[in-house]
C-alpha cells in the first residue's frame, strides 16, 4: 500500500469520524450540515467540528460554506482511491517503508 494513503486509514481509524464517513457516505451528494451531522451521531458540535477538520485534511470530505452555515459530503474521488488501495493491499505485498 502507498504510503500517501495513511493519513486517510489514521483518520478514519478513530470510530466517530468513520461513523461520520458512513453518515456523509449515506446521504450522498446533497451532503449535511455540521450540526446536523454532530445531532445524529450525538456528538458535542465543537467536537464534532473537529472530527470533520481531520476528514477534511486527510481529503475524505469537502466543505462548503453558505453564510453562517457549513455543508459537508465526502470526496467520492478519495473514497474510491481509498477503497482500491485497501483492496490492492489485500491482494499483494504493498511499499516499505
Not at 493519513?7 to 456523509?24: K, S, Y
Not at 446536523?36 to 450525538?42: C, F, K, M, N
Not at 465543537?46 to 455543508?71: F, Q, W
Not at 483492496?87 to 505485498?93: C, E, H, Q, T, V
Amino acid at each position: 500500500m502507498q504510503l500517501k494513503n495513511l493519513p486517510i486509514f489514521a483518520a478514519l481509524g478513530q470510530p466517530t469520524r468513520w461513523r461520520t464517513f458512513e453518515l456523509l457516505l449515506h446521504v450522498g451528494e446533497k451532503g449535511m450540515l455540521q450540526g446536523e451531522i454532530a445531532r445524529s451521531l450525538d456528538v458535542d458540535k465543537n467536537l464534532m467540528s473537529t472530527h470533520l477538520k481531520v476528514l477534511r485534511d486527510a481529503g475524505l470530505v469537502a466543505s462548503e460554506k453558505n453564510g453562517r452555515e457549513v455543508t459537508y459530503r465526502v470526496t467520492p474521488d478519495v473514497a474510491r482511491k481509498t477503497a482500491a488501495a485497501l483492496l490492492k493491499a489485500i491482494d499483494g505485498p504493498g511499499e516499505k517503508a
